[in-house]
């Protein structure tokens, strides 16, 4: 498989930077990107030494490195563009268009997309990111009446990660509330959930993942069986189908999917 050596190169996180490389490098997967993220780049003195490791690289290897770059000050994005490399600037792929169809001068401000520049909005994503985290897994369920939506589904199914994304990114209130054996037993919704009715958004996942996933903690456990797993992935959905309860499989699905899809279908609209 052919290799590349990537470099995501910002002035600030390079979060932002970061997830578009990804996007745009997942479109060739016959191709290993080696990615490594170079965060506050932001004087003339890092970008040299940063020139430095890449021209090595490029004279090492026999393809020059790729280097994806979100840098505001033009000296140095200069620096780093004139080294012996491939340059994507992903600032002036958009600014400069939007400069002339707004008729306007960008900002050219740094870390605008990441940096507290709300106090109001910074304060609301912390609350949804503290009332995950505090009803996470089935806990303070008297707080449901708050929430947003209520993620539910068997233990390991990505729950968690589901809701903390969608505080994290969307300010979403978001609980989440495990369905262990005895919920299962019936079709039925357990009972903290039954006045949350219109909140409830259902995880299912292949049960042979699912067996997978509980086998890296519990191996061995009755928990990570193939028959308890099968069981309990079934009569999840078969609640879910009793009670309508949107719900989607997130065996193939990145976090990022399922926070999309469950905004999507559940109507939710972001809050930061």
Same mark, same amino acid.
């Given at each position: 498989?052919?290799?590349?050596?990537?470099?995501?190169?910002?002035?600030?996180?390079?979060?932002?930077?970061?997830?578009?490389?990804?996007?745009?490098?997942?479109?060739?997967?016959?191709?290993?990107?080696? *990615? !490594?993220? +170079?965060?506050?780049?932001?004087?003339? $003195?890092?970008?040299?030494? =940063?020139? %430095?490791?890449?021209?090595? /690289?490029?004279?090492?290897?026999?393809?020059?490195?790729?280097?994806?770059?979100?840098?505001?000050?033009?000296?140095?994005?200069?620096?780093?563009?004139?080294?012996?490399?491939?340059?994507?600037?992903?600032?002036?792929?958009? *600014? !400069?268009? +939007?400069?002339?169809?707004?008729?306007? $001068?960008?900002?050219?401000? =740094?870390? %605008?997309?990441?940096?507290? /520049?709300?106090?109001?909005?910074?304060?609301?994503?912390?609350?949804?990111?503290?009332?995950?985290?505090?009803?996470?897994?089935?806990?303070?369920?008297?707080?449901?009446?708050?929430?947003?939506?209520?993620?539910?589904?068997?233990?390991?199914?990505?729950?968690?990660?589901?809701?903390?994304?969608?505080?994290?990114?969307?300010?979403?209130?978001?609980?989440?509330?495990?369905?262990?054996?005895?919920?299962?037993?019936?079709?039925?919704?357990?009972?903290?959930?039954?006045?949350?009715?219109?909140?409830?958004?259902?995880?299912?996942?292949?049960?042979?993942?699912?067996?997978?996933?509980?086998?890296?903690?519990?191996?061995?456990?009755?928990?990570?069986?193939?028959?308890?797993?099968?069981?309990?992935?079934?009569?999840?959905?078969?609640?879910?189908?009793?009670?309508?309860?949107?719900?989607?499989?997130?065996?193939?699905?990145?976090?990022?999917?399922?926070?999309?899809?469950?905004?999507?279908?559940?109507?939710?609209?972001?809050?930061?």
């Amino acid at each position: 498989m052919l290799t590349r050596t990537t470099f995501v190169i910002s002035d600030r996180t390079g979060l932002t930077a970061e997830a578009l490389c990804h996007s745009l490098l997942s479109q060739f997967p016959n191709v290993q990107f080696d *990615i !490594e993220n +170079l965060p506050f780049i932001d004087t003339v $003195e890092k970008a040299q030494d =940063v020139v %430095k490791t890449l021209n090595g /690289l490029a004279e090492k290897n026999a393809d020059k490195p790729l280097v994806f770059a979100t840098l505001v000050n033009d000296e140095i994005r200069k620096i780093i563009s004139d080294g012996n490399v491939i340059f994507f600037d992903l600032f002036d792929t958009f *600014i !400069e268009p +939007l400069e002339k169809e707004l008729d306007l $001068e960008s900002s050219h401000s =740094v870390g %605008k997309s990441h940096g507290v /520049l709300d106090f109001a909005q910074y304060s609301s994503r912390m609350s949804a990111v503290n009332f995950a985290m505090t009803t996470d897994d089935g806990m303070e369920t008297d707080h449901y009446a708050r929430a947003d939506v209520v993620v539910i589904g068997a233990s390991r199914s990505g729950k968690t990660p589901t809701c903390l994304y969608l505080s994290l990114q969307f300010g979403i209130f978001a609980a989440n509330y495990p369905l262990t054996a005895p919920d299962l037993e019936s079709t039925d919704l357990p009972e903290p959930l039954a006045p949350y009715r219109d909140k409830l958004f259902g995880l299912t996942i292949d049960p042979y993942r699912l067996q997978q996933i509980r086998q890296e903690r519990y191996s061995g456990d009755s928990y990570a069986s193939p028959e308890t797993c099968q069981f309990e992935v079934a009569q999840a959905e078969a609640l879910y189908r009793n009670n309508n309860v949107p719900y989607v499989n997130t065996t193939k699905k990145s976090v990022e999917e399922i926070g999309a899809y469950i905004l999507h279908k559940a109507s939710l609209r972001r809050k930061i």
